[in-house]
């Protein structure tokens, strides 16, 4: 069982920046690709982005592209998602997710763990 602990929600203003962790004691981290995803209040599960075991490849949401930057840091066993120009359309419960067995990339039901959430409000 992998265990994912996100951090770094909270509220911020349209315009500002936020940067959510992802961190587990999983000491096989450095082999999974990993993937951010958001759920706002009555809509489906967004995609937002992931990026491979060593971190060099990566692929994000279209609404979010040029804004999100994904990143990892396998020394620390830690997933990042730095959040730019923020707007209130990025409101959401932001989860973080471990695929351990190959590259699922957008695809929510190739991910096996996920972590419990963090909230992200952004004011306009």
């Known amino acids: 069982q992998v265990q994912l602990v996100e951090s770094g929600g909270g509220l911020v203003q349209a315009g500002g920046s936020l940067r959510l962790s992802c961190a587990t004691s999983?000491?096989?981290?450095?082999?999974?690709?990993m993937g951010w995803f958001r759920q706002a209040p009555g809509k489906e599960r967004e995609f937002v982005a992931s990026?491979?075991?060593?971190?060099?490849?990566?692929s994000y949401g279209a609404s979010v592209k040029g804004r999100f930057t994904i990143s990892r840091d396998n020394a620390k066993n830690t997933l990042y998602l730095q959040m730019n120009s923020l707007k209130s359309e990025d409101t959401a419960v932001y989860y973080c997710?471990?695929?351990?067995?190959?590259?699922?990339?957008?695809?929510?039901?190739?991910?096996?763990?996920w972590g419990q959430g963090t909230q992200v409000t952004v004011s306009s």
């Open positions: 997710a471990a695929d351990i067995s190959g590259w699922s990339g957008s695809r929510a039901d190739g991910y096996d763990y």
């Open positions: 999983d000491h096989d981290f450095h082999t999974y690709a």
């Open positions: 990026i491979g075991w060593r971190g060099t490849t990566t």
